[in-house]
Each structure stands twice: as structure tokens, then as C-alpha cells.
């Protein structure tokens, strides 16, 4: 089966260019929505958190307690990267197995902001980077995240791998820039993607 990756910056779309392939009939592991869940019902990774992190990673409920884990890795790298190692290798073997019950699919999706930076892409066939200028993707995300100042939304950015990076290391390219019409994108993509599987 044909494993195709989908990534990009913060506020370049990602998401909407997801939900069109998922449309389509492809089945689309979201990373992100993954890695709560994994973090919920994760026995052995809620146990790794806690030791890491302290009791109140969780809530009495059960529930990731995720305002006080991001009050402790926000500003600070080292303990994001304590964090990503411990909750990746999950992932990792979540996607694996959620592969596995898709093998009537000719081809999967697989959305993650972090796929270079998490080691994701080891798991994909073929890469897909969305791409949204730097003005375009701030204007959406103020709009979109209201609680977020400008300041914010720029820290973010910088934080991830750079664009230029994401596009050279990308087999494919989607431009999501408020230029260009996104489905036509999609779908000569998704015909490029099932003919591939059919090889």
C-alpha cells in the first residue's frame, strides 16, 4: 500500500487539503488528533508522562491535562523534546497499526506538521508540502486562533522547519496561497497517487 505524507507549516492549509482527499475515499491518520488520543489511552505512555511530567499531567478524569503541559514545554526546547521523545514512538506504532486496517485502501494519508522533526517521514512513500506565504498564513491564523497576537503567531513559525526546507524535501507541492485553486491540485494528485498504487 501506497503511504503518502501531507505536511507544512502552521496556517498553510494543511488540514483543508487533508479533508479533501479524505473526501475523495482516502483514509487520512491526523498526527496530531492521534497523539491526544494515544495520550489518553496509552497505558504505558501515561505512565512515562506522569514520571516525566509530574501527577497532574492528567486530570482525576483521566483526561491530558494539556494547559499545564504546555505551561512546561512552551518556553522551553528541552523539555519539548522530552516530551516529543516519549509521545513519537507511540505514534509511530499507532500509525503502523492503524495502517494495517486499511489495506484495502490502494493508498493512506498520513497529516503532520512535524513529520521531518519527528522522524515521520521514515514511515511515507511519497511526500505532499503544502504551501502558504508568510503573510497569507498569518492573516489566517489571527483570524483563526483570536487568542493569539502576531508575536505569537511568528514564535510558532519559527519554531518549525523552515518552508524552503519542507518544499525542497517534498516530492509534491500543493499552493495554498489564496492564488491558486487547491482542488484541481487535489485531484490530479489523487490520480497520480492511484495510478502509482496500481503499479
Known amino acids: 500500500m501506497l503511504k503518502v505524507g501531507i505536511t507544512g507549516g502552521i496556517g498553510v492549509g494543511k488540514t483543508i487539503v487533508s479533508r479533501i482527499f479524505s473526501l475523495l475515499g482516502v483514509p487520512v491518520y491526523d498526527s496530531d488528533g492521534r497523539a491526544k488520543w494515544v495520550m489518553r489511552h496509552n497505558a504505558v505512555l501515561q505512565q512515562e508522562l506522569t514520571g516525566a511530567f509530574g501527577e497532574e499531567t492528567f486530570t482525576e478524569e483521566g483526561e491530558l491535562n494539556r494547559a499545564y503541559l504546555a505551561k512546561i514545554v512552551f518556553k522551553n526546547p528541552q523539555r519539548l523534546e522530552q516530551l516529543n521523545r516519549l509521545v513519537h514512538p507511540h505514534v509511530r506504532r499507532d500509525f503502523l497499526s492503524w495502517v494495517a486496517g486499511h489495506a484495502d485502501k490502494p493508498y493512506v ?50 519554531k518549525q522547519l523552515s518552508e524552503e526546507e519542507k518544499m525542497a524535501r517534498a516530492d509534491h507541492i500543493i499552493y495554498n496561497d489564496d492564488q491558486q485553486l487547491v482542488i484541481p491540485q487535489v485531484l490530479a494528485l489523487h490520480a497520480h497517487f492511484l495510478k502509482q498504487a496500481l503499479v
Open 109 to 158: 494519508m498520513k497529516e503532520a506538521a512535524l513529520m521531518y522533526e519527528s522522524e515521520a517521514w521514515r514511515q511515507i512513500d511519497t511526500m505532499i508540502a503544502v504551501y502558504a506565504p508568510m503573510n497569507v498564513r498569518i492573516k489566517r491564523l489571527l483570524l483563526r486562533d483570536t487568542h493569539r497576537t502576531e508575536d505569537d503567531v511568528r514564535a510558532i513559525i519559527e
